[in-house]
């Protein structure tokens, strides 16, 4: 899985004690010294051999009410932010995460809840982990986006040894691995009770926080804390602003589109696994949050969720919120929830179709996607084959100018094929009029 570019490093295979993660030379987690191999093709969300997202919803919300192809099964879908407290001033979005987890707890439901948080800087660069959070206090340290390569191995072991219930918060492909844990393990199966999913775009490796540093004239040995999304209620939800906590009590901080690498949609740093998804709504999650990317919601800087809640009894908690005034929340149809999500679904459902047709080496994915090379046009061919040279590249240039100590090396590099790919992208201008004219225009973004 790993030399086949299908890892994520989600950290399932390892868990209980089958060998550790680590970084490797890209800032991306793997397995090393596994001593059982052979469990991953049950257990690595990306294996050919594992149950796929249909068949693990299929069997965990049979009941559901609702099924659509880009969402998936669900019993009702939402937009808004939480009403009470500080919830959507301490999120990076609405707020609804981290209200969820604390419903949970405060109504006694789970007993901890496995989430990203903050944590001290270790020394190969990673500033944020996995924990369980047992209090209210604990649980509000960890809000927020992470875009930072982590694992699971740790909390799930932790999990197997406290008794309790459990809620685990993680991106599509965790929760879907979390899910092919508890297949094999009676004891997870009885303790982790309730999967809260996260909207994903896909998942960035540890280099991007240096290229960050770099960029604002920063050592990454000088950062202590940093936030993805700094979140400002006079700018727009979409105007990403990375800010950097300093060791001599400094900040640093630039907006992403002054960064080289800071259009998400190019891909730098991507996880290579990333190309082979085709979940964007954590379709095995029992709820579900994502940003509500429309107008007029993308505007306001205060943050707005979209909400899928595929469990009777998170919805029943969601419905009480809404009754009491506590969420401000309206009900949307699947076709909203999907419209906020449309550049992330296109690249994952006809994107993905048209990398599935690619020459590759080693274990072929097998997708909920047909492969398909006919049915784009030549600009989206040419967007998705740039998307993958960018997240190809980036990692290697970054590479060769951290190891000879040139970071002007890999940000012209950036730069340069940033351009390359806005053009590609966005253009109207001569490359546009000149692509489109083949006869073979198509829809961009």
Request: glycine share 10%.
């Amino acid at each position: 899985m790993v030399r086949a570019g299908l890892c994520i490093g989600c950290g399932a295979c390892v868990a209980g004690g089958n060998g550790r993660m680590a970084y490797d030379r890209y800032g991306q987690l793997q397995p090393q010294n596994a001593a059982r191999p052979e469990t991953f093709e049950h257990l690595c969300p990306f294996s050919p051999f594992a149950a796929d997202e249909d068949a693990i919803a299929g069997a965990r919300f049979a009941a559901a009410p609702q099924r659509d192809r880009k969402v998936g099964r669900f019993e009702a879908t939402y937009v808004g932010h939480v009403a009470e407290g500080d919830y959507r001033a301490q999120g990076s979005s609405g707020g609804m995460v981290t209200w969820m987890a604390a419903e949970l707890l405060s109504r006694r439901l789970v007993d901890g809840v496995a989430h990203v948080a903050a944590t001290d800087p270790s020394p190969d660069g990673g500033f944020f982990g996995y924990r369980i959070s047992r209090s209210l206090e604990e649980l509000n340290a960890g809000a927020k986006s992470r875009y930072h390569p982590i694992e699971l191995s740790g909390v799930i072991d932790a999990i197997r040894v406290e008794p309790g219930r459990y809620a685990v918060v993680g991106i599509p492909c965790f929760i879907k691995a979390v899910h092919l844990l508890r297949a094999t393990d009676p004891v997870l199966a009885e303790r982790i009770v309730f999967t809260l999913g996260l909207f994903c775009g896909h998942m960035k490796s540890l280099r991007m926080v240096e290229s960050f540093a770099w960029q604002m004239g920063v050592p990454l040995e000088a950062v202590t804390s940093l936030d993805y999304r700094l979140k400002d209620p006079d700018r727009p939800a979409n105007w990403y602003r990375a800010h950097l906590n300093l060791r001599d009590g400094g900040t640093a901080a630039q907006d992403w589109w002054h960064l080289a690498d800071g259009d998400w949609g190019a891909g730098f740093f991507q996880n290579p696994a990333c190309n082979f998804c085709d979940d964007v709504t954590a379709e095995t999650a029992d709820i579900a949050f994502g940003d509500a990317w429309v107008e007029p919601y993308a505007s306001d800087g205060n943050g707005t969720n979209v909400v899928i809640a595929r469990s009777p009894v998170l919805n029943d908690i969601v419905r009480d919120g809404i009754m009491q005034g506590r969420l401000a929340l309206q009900p949307v149809d699947a076709e909203f929830v999907a419209a906020t999500q449309a550049a992330g679904l296109r690249h994952r459902r006809e994107g993905l179709a048209y990398r599935l047709t690619w020459r590759r080496r080693g274990i072929r994915p097998v997708k909920r996607v047909a492969p398909d090379r006919r049915g784009h046009t030549l600009r989206r061919k040419l967007i998705y084959r740039m998307r993958a040279g960018i997240a190809f590249w980036s990692h290697r240039v970054f590479w060769l100018a951290h190891r000879t100590g040139q970071p002007r090396l890999y940000i012209a590099w950036a730069r340069a094929a940033l351009r390359l790919y806005q053009a590609l992208t966005y253009s109207r201008g001569r490359l546009g009029r000149f692509i489109d004219g083949l006869g073979l225009a198509g829809r961009d973004g």
